[in-house]
């Protein structure tokens, strides 16, 4: 069908000029690349991966990339919001991260069942620069909707990282902890497992839970 997001992995050769040629097709056809990257590169081919918004036949689009020189795979496929959908990210210490995951995972799992795509992603961190540079690395992540602070002390530039992050537009969820973290979030919660399941809901369309609409923060 026309008028929707395409998912477009190219086989192609490795070089400069490669992505110019292929973006430059995309163009004529007046698609719009929602994301792009290329997620293996083993010389002398490169597998690059594309979200556009097309409004015309994907087969078409297809037809005309297969015509470039040095291409040698057009595949059409479903999207990574399709398959995979909004990302819950948890960054923390590994027991804490374990706990909030379990509520996630739980959660999302309910929510998938009834046509949800939700998937949930952890890191075990410590020290305040990696956290820092991981929460900052969460806005630029695809697909991410909220990310999950899970540790017992939590602070400095980490918190900086945090109203940067928020200023874009994610959600961040902190656990109940000492440091300034817990005053930058959007949302305080105790329980890691509770963390991980409000989580979800904040973000899932099949769920009535609004954050906006709570009369507290810290729970």
Known sequence: MSGERIGVVVVARSGPGVLHELTGVIARHAGNIASVEIFEEKPPESRIYFEIDLPVEASILRADLEKLNGIRQVTLVKTLQKVYGKRIIIVGGGAQVGQVALGAISEADRHNIRGEHISVDTIPLVGEQPLADAVRAVGRLPRARALVLAGA??????????????????????????????????????????????AVMAVADTAKFTIGRLSRRVF
């Open 153 to 198: 002390l939590m602070g400095g530039d980490i918190e900086k990282a945090v109203l940067e992050v928020r200023a874009q537009g994610l959600l961040v969820i902190s656990l109940n902890m000492a440091g300034s973290v817990p005053d930058a979030a959007d949302l305080v919660v105790t329980d890691p497992v509770q963390a991980g399941v409000m």
